[in-house]
């Protein structure tokens, strides 16, 4: 037997040491020891792969190197075991491929994000995570909101607010504020809620976030 050594054959990827057995008639024949390759193995043994690299079968034109059951090697990056973040979403990436990093997991990071805090989320800056806060909502559910507003101390205010309001749009803002499911950003009703409480745009958004993070 003679140790040979295995590959993938469609990627090229080493797989480890095998062994190939004497042929017999062609030893006889050709007056020396030859041996049966197993299939995709080759005679030389690829050179010592450092952490992080596979050894692989080069390829030319699409196809592997192999001649004469010998193989061109070449080391190439390896991160399949490494965990990669989106830099995009914060989720965890699989790394299916070999090879740089840039070409098989781009817009990735090797640095775990922060985990969410209320009203908050992490985001690439380019280098590092940084924790910003969450876009507003464009719409929360009424309970929600009330319940934000009590957090806040502010709920009675805003009873007092919707009932001082008058005309038709008063009207529609008074039946919302008792029956609506849902209350949305930018409607006349918030909007009144904002200006009795003198509530700014930043500190609008600010409510929204909180009231989102109520239980419904």
């Known amino acids: 037997m003679s140790t040979v050594y295995s590959f993938d054959p469609t990627t090229g990827l080493y797989i480890g040491p095998t062994e190939a057995f004497i042929d017999p008639l062609e030893s006889v024949r050709k007056k020396d020891v030859q041996y049966l390759f197993p299939a995709y193995s080759v005679g030389n043994e690829p050179p010592t792969v450092p952490a992080g690299f596979v050894a692989r079968v080069k390829k030319a034109e699409g196809r592997l190197t192999v001649e004469n059951h010998e193989a061109e090697w070449e080391l190439v990056e390896d991160h399949r075991k490494d965990k990669r973040y989106s830099t ?19 817009n990735t990071t090797d640095k775990e994000p922060p985990a969410p805090t209320p009203g908050k989320h992490a985001v690439w800056n380019g280098s590092d995570w940084v924790l910003e806060d969450l876009p ?81």
């Open 136 to 216: 507003p909502p464009d719409a929360v559910s009424l309970l929600q909101f009330r319940l934000a507003l009590h957090a806040d101390g502010q709920l009675t205010q805003a009873d007092q607010a919707v009932a001082a309001m008058t005309g038709v749009e008063g009207e529609v803002a008074q039946i919302e504020w008792e029956y609506a499911a849902t209350v949305y950003r930018d409607s006349p009703l918030v909007a009144a809620i904002a200006s009795a409480l003198h509530l700014d745009a930043a500190q609008l958004d600010q409510l929204f976030r909180a009231a989102a993070a109520l239980a419904q």
């Open 88 to 106: 995009e979403t914060g989720q965890l990436v699989e790394v299916k491929e070999v090879g740089p990093i840039s070409e098989v997991a781009p």
